[in-house]
């Protein structure tokens, strides 16, 4: 359990809480958190035991630069544990400490360096042990002394085998660029095998400037009956001269009353001549000031002091409208350049203009007579205090019956709060202010982790359900003046099926294939709400709410939602809801790409900016070497076989997906995959009564394979899941005696007449094809039926013209057997030797190498553990001990697997 009341205090620890997965994924579960808890309490930091041997453990004179340390003592000093045994030994309470050891932490190890994290994880063993006193040391890992009546684990960290950095000394028994078992690996490499973790949750993983939005209003005021002022600035004709009626005015309304200091005359110069402006509100004295041609001698500053949030501000209301009016002939009034600061947005961000076009900074113009401009803008905290700039341009007659006056040319800036906030309300509980509710948090199909457009965890099993939600406007109740409320979906996806390899009837056809809906079944777009629309029917205006029932259908699925609030016929507010929050009109959440760019930075070891710009829906770039500067080599091709929009989609997949250790294989359902790193899908087909299998199953092999394939030290850092679609194969027309020809049309057609589920939807088949090798797993065949006599895996065909012939045979039997001659168990050989077959699908070594043979395979066979090695060595058929190394690495080939369409 960890401390809620530990905030991070550094930027270290903020950017340290990123990393959770991977740090756990580098220690033993429990051993470090609960230790670490219930040491640091027991030993009682104010004894002056534990600091200065952590201070001595850490000093950065006496190491190497290490890019990972200051990182994982930042998150130490972010996320720190709770005592798992209670309070320390002078009864304490150990939550009040938790800060203290935060901000120590945090602070004391910024910046350190060590060369890699096996060295970090001794140095704290040793300095937990001094530190504490009565420690114990078994087998090289320390275990710090525990309160009374605790037993003593077996270690304070246990360091999962990995890979070494490049740059690391190569172990003694190992020439270069041989990877250690024993150490972890540094940089990029230590990143790039982890599970990331997501940005820190919807709007705090964007940037306060990408929620900035406009709309424009034309002469129109109904703007104002959704709308609760704080204060307004003017700037407006007047009697443009430095007496008489004023040019200059902020307070709550433009109509007064005004205090002195509020109000000052200006003379406008005309002539299409530019004056800049500012407005500035400061939340600390609840001040507002407005300047008047900033920087030049007749600057001219407004103040208007105790501004007044009205009762309906709250989160996400805060809005502010730049009006323009000309009621005169031969006058206009434009306003550029408008640029905005807030409390949490340090530097300036251009206001976009309304849908984004034209680029840069939102500007409107009004031209007489009788013409109103209102540009409303949204999504910045105005309560905190900002800074707005721009520059107004005049054209106006100074004589005539054109000639303006008084406000017939002005322009108003009206900051305070909407009346109604509208947004997503996911889990459906009528509020939008819960963690998982509003679109720049979610992600199609999802309530927080939790997918919802379907149900269980396996391909076969798993079903549709749809994703019930509600989009609710806030304050558009009966109690207001909102007599109606239209929800309109004006754009939507309408893709396949539900994921990228299943569909359901009630997705597909006619009338029912759009991916959101207000019904549950057919398709439909739009909803009127009004004060007689009842619950049953699907939406309802309650005393301070409007909501209608929202449904998505894919986990993909993409919609905009128009929302249109009337007072009788009047429309006096309007929403466009994009879900989810997709700025940038790719398809693909945003908050989803700036958390695989963040993903990509840490397993390449690069710094892209972490924006919206990076991954085009249509790419497919994962880069040749899966872990930037770590061991693992680059790979023939860039890619996986798979764009960025259909991982984003994602697979029903049973399982795989095991990290650089082995750990945290994929649980079952529904998953996105990621654009930042190869991963390899297997259709599996297998007999009923298997013969020799695993306690587990064809499961125990599968999950085999994946982990010796993505192991940061012995493998190749690519991931491989997996569907087990048909456990009921039929029977496969092998006969004994058949001639060489013969046995290899059989086993090609087997394979093509297995492909896909039986009588399943085009949708289905059509993307196992595209995405996922075949693999059969039969109890045995015939001897002729065997590539070679006793071995395992029968085939992996790759050469015949027709895709759906390509595949893999593995056959539990000669598996089992042949393990037992070497001294290995079934599930170990049978799991290498599917490593093997499938890395023949993705691999077409030059033919001219001699590093290779005819059927390749190493010659040589070096070190005697290479996966594409003589599979008669044990070693070579040993999870424990097989690698995938160098040589092999290098011809790895994710899109030109032959075996995919």
């Not at 309490?41 to 041997?53: D, K, N």
């Not at 400037?209 to 424009?216: P, Q, T």
């Not at 994602?650 to 795989?656: A, C, E, N």
Request: include cysteine; glycine fraction near 10%.
């Amino acid at each position: 359990m960890r401390s809620p009341t530990c905030q991070p205090q550094t930027p270290l620890a903020r950017k340290a809480r990123l990393n959770i997965q991977q740090l756990e994924d580098r220690l033993a579960p429990n051993s470090f958190w609960s230790l670490l808890g219930g040491s640091l309490f027991s030993a009682g930091l104010g004894s002056g035991g534990l600091e200065p041997a952590l201070f001595q453990a850490v000093e950065p004179p006496s190491h190497s630069s290490h890019p990972i340390t200051s990182e994982l003592l930042g998150y130490l000093g972010a996320v720190p544990p709770i005592n798992d045994f209670g309070a320390n030994s002078a009864g304490s309470d150990p939550a009040a400490t938790v800060p203290t050891v935060c901000q120590w932490v945090a602070d004391a190890t910024a910046g350190l360096d060590l060369p890699d994290l096996d060295s970090l994880l001794g140095s704290l063993n040793t300095a937990l042990g001094a530190g504490l006193g009565g420690a114990t040391t078994t087998g090289g890992s320390t275990s710090p002394g525990l309160p009374s009546g605790q037993s003593s684990p077996a270690a304070v960290f246990s360091v999962s085998p990995l890979k070494t950095s490049s740059a690391a000394v190569a172990p003694s028994n190992r020439s270069a660029p041989a990877k250690s078992p024993s150490a972890l690996p540094v940089g990029g490499g230590f990143q790039a095998l982890a599970v990331p973790q997501p940005l820190p949750g919807g709007a705090a993983a964007f940037a306060p400037d990408e929620l900035l939005a406009s709309r424009l209003w034309t002469n129109d005021d109904n703007f104002i009956k959704a709308f609760d002022a704080a204060f307004v600035a003017e700037g407006r004709i007047g009697n443009n001269a430095l007496n008489g009626t004023h040019e200059l005015d902020i307070a709550a309304s433009t109509g007064g009353p005004f205090a002195a200091g509020n109000t000052a005359n200006y003379v406008w110069p005309g002539n299409n001549a530019a004056v800049p402006f500012k407005l500035t509100y400061d939340a600390g004295t609840a001040t507002a000031t407005f300047v008047n041609n900033v920087g030049a001698a007749n600057a001219t500053t407004v103040t208007y002091a105790g501004v007044t949030w009205p009762p309906s501000a709250r989160d996400g209301s805060d809005v502010m409208f730049v009006r323009v009016a000309a009621s005169k002939a031969e006058s206009s009034l434009q306003i550029s350049n408008l640029q905005i600061k807030t409390s949490d947005m340090p530097a300036f961000a251009p206001v976009p203009n309304p849908g984004g076009t034209p680029a840069g900074a939102a500007s409107l113009q009004t031209v007489g007579p009788n013409t109103k401009k209102t540009l409303e803008i949204t999504g910045a905290n105005l309560r905190g205090g900002f800074e707005l700039t721009g520059t107004s341009n005049w054209v106006f007659q100074t004589s005539g019956a054109n000639k303006p006056a008084n406000s017939q040319l002005a322009f108003q800036i009206k900051v305070g709060a909407s009346k109604y906030v509208a947004d997503l309300d996911v889990n459906g509980n009528k509020t939008i202010t819960d963690a998982v509710d509003g679109t720049v948090n979610y992600l199609p199909g999802y309530e927080g982790n939790t997918a919802k457009v379907s149900e269980n965890n396996t391909f076969n099993t798993a079903h549709y359900t749809g994703q019930k939600m509600k989009l609710v406007v806030d304050g558009a109740g009966t109690n207001s003046a909102i007599t109606e409320v239209t929800y309109e979906i004006t754009d939507v996806t309408s893709y396949d099926g539900y994921s990228g390899n299943t569909t359901d009837e009630s997705v597909v056809g006619e009338n029912r294939q759009e991916d959101y809906s207000f019904k549950e079944i057919e398709n439909s777009r739009q909803f009127t709400v009004t004060r007689a629309t009842t619950e049953a029917q699907g939406g309802q205006m309650e005393a301070d709410r409007a909501w209608v029932d929202f449904w998505c259908k894919d986990y993909g699925g993409k919609a905009i939602v128009k929302i249109t609030l009337k007072e009788g016929a009047a429309v006096v507010k309007t929403f466009e809801l994009n879900i989810p929050f997709d700025k940038d009109q790719d398809k693909i959440a945003d908050r989803w790409e700036k958390e695989k760019v963040q993903q990509w930075n840490q397993q390449y070891g690069t710094n892209e900016f972490v924006g919206t710009g990076f991954f085009q829906p249509v790419e497919d770039k994962e880069l040749r070497d899966p872990d930037g500067a770590g061991a693992l080599v680059a790979q023939k091709t860039e890619g996986d076989h798979m764009s960025v929009l259909v991982e984003y989609r994602g697979f029903i997949l049973d399982g795989g997906g095991h990290n650089g250790a082995g750990q945290n294989p994929h649980a079952g359902g529904h998953l996105r995959l990621s654009p930042a790193r190869k991963e390899g899908l297997l259709e599996v087909d297998r007999e009923q009564n298997l013969a020799n299998a695993p306690a587990g199953g064809v499961r125990d092999y599968l999950d085999s394979a994946a982990r010796v394939w993505s192991h940061a030290a012995r493998g190749a850092g690519n991931f491989i899941y997996y569907i087990q679609e048909n456990e009921n194969l039929p029977a496969t027309g092998f006969l004994a005696g058949d001639t060489q020809d013969i046995a290899i049309g059989k086993q090609r057609d087997y394979l093509k007449a297995q492909r896909g589920v039986f009588g399943g939807q085009a949708i289905v088949n059509d993307a196992i094809g595209r995405f996922f090798t075949h693999v059969i797993v039969l109890s045995d065949v015939p001897a002729e039926h065997r590539l070679l006599l006793g071995s395992a895996t029968v085939y992996s065909e790759r050469q015949t013209a027709d895709v759906d012939q390509r595949g893999i045979y593995l056959l539990t039997t000669p598996t089992s057997q042949f393990a037992a001659r070497i001294g290995l168990t079934g599930t170990d050989y049978g799991g290498v030797s599917l490593a093997h077959e499938y890395m023949h699908m993705v691999i077409a070594p030059v033919r001219d190498n001699v590093t290779w043979n005819n059927i390749e395979h190493l010659v040589g066979n070096p070190g005697g553990t290479a996966l594409m090695g003589d599979e008669s060595v044990a070693n070579n058929s040993s999870e424990e001990n097989v690698v995938i190394g160098a040589e092999t690495q290098t011809e790895i080939d994710f899109r030109g697997n032959p075996a995919l369409k």
